[in-house]
């Protein structure tokens, strides 16, 4: 099997971009219920710490139990429904049992995906790189749909995503080891001190403390080198598109907007195309 997926471009790309599909489904799965285990984890530690009770009586919820129920109704989800992407056009965007609207979300999740593990494909070919892509690629898009539901970047993934590029640099896959200590403790400490600059002067708290811990496995994952070239992106397309929603009226300068996907976003970029991002920018500087 290995060797054909070595020998054939166009299996390996079939065979990822069906996984990616599936992967898809699952890190739907992840961004909804994972931020319901730790609020439901919090209210059990209270109410055996000091005898309050829980905030609600929702069931407990795991990443596989229970089996997947429409939100409105209840009603199972049968297995040929949950297909990626097929599923959704199947049941035209709506429950089957109870007609509720599904969200877009589910199916643009999994088709983002799917596409993305073909461009780790595209880039990484049948390498030692490809697997640590993917599993990069799946973790930020997990923690963009997160933040993007509840404004919030769960420690369950961004400490887990740090560890494992430290870890990774010991080959090393994308940084030295000294490039991937450099890069996590830089990325963590480069927007703690922003955040403390901007609480200074003006009262407020500008990102939170999952922003720091992302940006600092970003650095452990590509190297201190990488996280100029992140920074910038993130700040450019966080800051179009925070134009563009209050041109449209859909948020104000006090609104809060989540900076997690757009940190996400640069360093998926920078994954993929950072080296000829770079190699451009140092062409034109040289003719300048």
């Not at 109704?73 to 109870?98: D, S």
């Not at 919030?152 to 490039?179: E, H, I, M, Q, R």
Request: proline share 7%; hydrophobic share 50%.
């Amino acid at each position: 099997m290995f060797e054909l997926l070595e020998s054939s471009p166009a299996t390996l790309a079939t065979v990822v971009g069906l996984l990616g599909l599936c992967i898809g489904s699952f890190l739907n799965v992840v961004a909804y219920r994972l931020p319901k285990m730790i609020e439901q984890d919090f209210a059990e530690a209270c109410r055996e710490q000091y005898g309050v009770p829980p905030a609600n009586d929702d069931a407990r919820v795991s990443l596989v139990l229970p089996p997947s129920s429409c939100p409105a109704c209840n009603a199972r989800i049968k297995p040929w429904h949950n297909l990626p992407v097929l599923g959704w056009l199947w049941l035209r965007g709506r429950c089957a049992a109870c007609h509720t609207a599904i969200s877009v979300q589910y199916p643009i999740v999994e088709l983002l995906s799917g596409v993305f593990s073909l461009l780790c494909v595209w880039r990484f070919g049948y390498s030692p790189q490809l697997l640590p892509a993917l599993l990069l690629s799946w973790s930020l898009i997990a923690l963009t749909v997160t933040d993007l539901r509840t404004m919030y970047l769960p420690d369950n993934l961004t400490l887990p995503l740090l560890w494992l590029g430290l870890l990774l640099s010991l080959k090393p896959v994308f940084a030295d080891p000294v490039s991937a200590i450099a890069g996590a403790a830089a990325g963590y400490l480069l927007l703690w001190s922003i955040f403390w600059a901007f609480k200074l002067a003006t009262g407020k708290e500008g990102m939170g403390y999952g922003d720091f811990k992302l940006m600092g496995a970003l650095g452990a994952w590509l190297g201190w080198q990488a996280l100029p070239q992140i920074v910038l992106l993130s700040a450019v397309v966080g800051a179009a598109v925070g134009i563009m929603l209050m041109l449209a009226r859909k948020a104000e300068w006090s609104s809060r907007i989540p900076f997690g996907p757009y940190i996400a976003g640069a360093g998926w970029i920078a994954l993929i195309w950072g080296e000829h991002i770079n190699r451009v920018y140092l062409g034109v500087a040289s003719v300048g």
